[in-house]
């Protein structure tokens, strides 16, 4: 997905192929066991400093964002990659009204023959 340009007072937060374990899927074989998924996520979030950030609380924590992707999903049992995708992305935009925009791709690995991942990515806007 190529994203838009930054506005000036807007910066990216990327969190990249977190992989998190769950039981995903329809088939018998998919919801008897957990399978490892892949999550990407770019949060667009305002900035809330003018030169340079001091203090964690200045910024949105990549590594707080990938936990609570993680401990959200741990050993869930969820039907569909689409609904993956849209509980991150609400979860992402409910954590913190400095962020405006997420993106969400999540991949299921070699569940399908002579491939490396399926998925799905979304994208959601605060409002």
Known sequence: ??????????????????????CLGIKPREILSTQCVRINLVLEA????RESPET???????ETVADRIRNMFQG??????????????QACL???????????????LGVVEDTNAVGVEILRRRG
């Open 46 to 49: 305002r900035r809330s400093w």
């Open 76 to 89: 869930k049992k969820i039907h569909l990659v689409e609904a993956v995708a849209e509980r991150a992305a």
């Open 56 to 62: 964690i609380e200045e910024v949105i924590c990549y």
């Open 94 to 108: 409910g954590w913190d009204g400095r962020i405006d925009m997420v993106w969400v791709r999540v991949e299921k």
């Open 1 to 22: 997905m190529v994203l838009p340009p930054l506005e000036p007072e807007k910066y990216r937060i990327l969190v990249k192929d977190l992989h998190v374990e769950l």
